[in-house]
């Protein structure tokens, strides 16, 4: 009998076990939600749709070194009157005519402007790409903060419904103590006012975990399940100095601005060159039918044209001058966006080592708390501390564990911001299984400004793929 009691506790504990790894297999992660955060980020497809934008952007560019060809047609009818005022005779003449021919236009030279156009278009797309990848890390960071923060807040309504039980059953032997007159209706007062104010915060903390989960819906893109408690923090730098040094070379932010400089030295150039004029080879074929004549006549020209500027009211010296100051600008917010980036870096793993510090003192203050709570009940049931007593020690465990959880929270936001702030909250860096877009993939198919072509043909499938078309 011993050994099936034993057999059958054994079962039961392995029952148990896999019980609580399924319910746990069955918590969302913070993995999970990243997933959801990125899937459905309307802002990270919205400025998908840009970068392809700018994409196009080279395809113009490059467009402006190939030639223009064009059809021109046109059918006219012609009608004449003729009176002479001497002798009355009136004529009439009328006739059909219709011309149709192609055009050609091509660029020989413009001092390089169309060159510098496409390599600042070039340098608009990879700012645009950094742009993105900076958007990624808002959207993933925003994810984590509203799932930590919806685990705050049902923590936090665990805690005060813990709290209105515990002061309810202090309320009850409060009541039962002033039956037999150990205690005054005062400290049945004082209870009956702990447990009104501990059922008000009750109601503030349901009402934070309803906005925490509005938000969770937001950025996620569905509501919050029983979500598992992330494990280890993610792995940083070891010290600030190295943090920020990565943060420079790595932060998108930082990287759009250096190619935001780039367009705009190459800017400068290209307003320098459009006072060096240009060289156009035109040429036309066409063919015009005079119905009224019966005749045709076939012409055709070409030649090589050069326009140099002499005299424009200003407006190129003006061009040039502004290009300068949008290039100074630039340089300027180079500048800018390094200094905000190692202040971010600071302050993430100042706000680090602040949390890892709170959190181990809250722990500890916890402990020793729960040893005073439990000490002061002792004594108040014997007679020697009053309801008050209980309560404030009651009170101050719980402020002790509100800290814990609130510390908790702010860890894993900080040392998750202090990853973006270096510029690798990114899907790929946390090995997110998501579906990765490839800015390249559109860029390599217009970049050399296809029509109707085998590359062509390629882009609509890429369109298709990406559900645009």
């Known amino acids: 009998m011993r050994v099936l009691k034993l057999r059958t506790k054994g079962w039961l504990v392995a029952f148990g076990l896999t019980l609580m790894s399924v319910q746990s297999a069955q918590a969302e992660t913070l993995s999970d939600a990243l997933i959801g955060a990125f899937n459905h980020s309307g802002l990270l497809e919205q400025n998908r749709a840009l970068l392809r934008a700018a994409d196009e952007d080279v395809a113009v560019a490059t467009a402006a070194l190939r030639p223009i060809l064009n059809f021109t047609g046109s059918l006219g009818r012609t009608y004449a009157r003729t009176t002479n005022r001497t002798t009355s005779v009136l004529s009439e003449t009328n006739g059909t005519s219709a011309s149709m021919g192609l055009s050609a236009d091509l660029l020989i030279y413009d001092g390089g402007q169309s060159k510098l156009a496409i390599e600042a278009a070039k340098e608009n797309v990879l700012s645009t790409r950094a742009r993105l990848l900076s958007l990624e890390q808002s959207v993933l960071l925003r994810g984590i903060q509203a799932y930590m923060n919806v685990l705050r807040a049902s923590e936090t309504v665990g805690l005060r419904q813990s709290n209105v039980r515990l002061i309810t059953q202090e309320l009850r032997a409060a009541r039962d103590r002033f039956e037999v007159g150990e205690i005054t209706r005062t400290n049945v007062a004082l209870a009956e006012a702990r447990l009104a104010s501990a059922r008000s915060s009750l109601a ?124 100074d600008g630039a340089r300027s917010g180079l500048h800018i966006v390094r200094l905000q980036i190692e202040q971010q870096v600071g302050n993430a793993f100042a706000q680090l080592r602040v949390s890892a510090a709170s959190r181990d003192a809250s722990q500890r ?70 579906q990765q877009y490839d800015p390249a993939a559109y860029y390599n198919l217009v970049k050399d400004a296809p029509a109707r072509s085998v590359q062509g043909d390629k882009l609509d499938r890429v369109l298709r793929a990406l559900g645009k078309e």
């Open 365 to 434: 203050q916890i402990r020793a708390a729960s040893v005073a709570f439990r000490g002061v009940r002792e004594e108040a049931s014997v007679g020697s501390r009053t309801t008050l007593d209980v309560l404030n020690a009651e009170q101050e465990l719980l402020d002790a564990r509100f800290a814990l959880v609130n510390v908790q929270t702010d860890e894993i936001i900080a040392a998750y911001t202090a990853l973006s702030a270096m510029g690798l909250l990114t899907a790929k860096h946390l090995n997110l299984p998501v």
């Open 204 to 327: 503030a903390a349901e009402g934070g975990l309803i906005s925490a989960e509005e938000e969770y819906r937001a950025a996620i893109g569905r509501t919050p399940g029983r979500l598992g408690k992330p494990g280890t923090l993610p792995e940083t730098a070891s010290s600030v100095e190295k943090a920020k040094s990565i943060a420079v070379r790595n932060h998108p932010d930082m990287q759009a601005v250096q190619h935001d400089v780039a367009a705009a030295e190459l800017n400068v150039l290209r307003a320098n060159a459009a006072m060096s004029g240009s060289v156009r080879l035109r040429g036309g074929v066409n063919r015009t039918e005079n119905a009224t004549a019966n005749t045709s006549t076939n012409s055709g020209s070409l030649s090589l044209e050069a326009s140099v500027p002499i005299y424009q009211g200003g407006r190129l010296s003006a061009l040039h001058r502004q290009a300068m100051a949008r290039r």
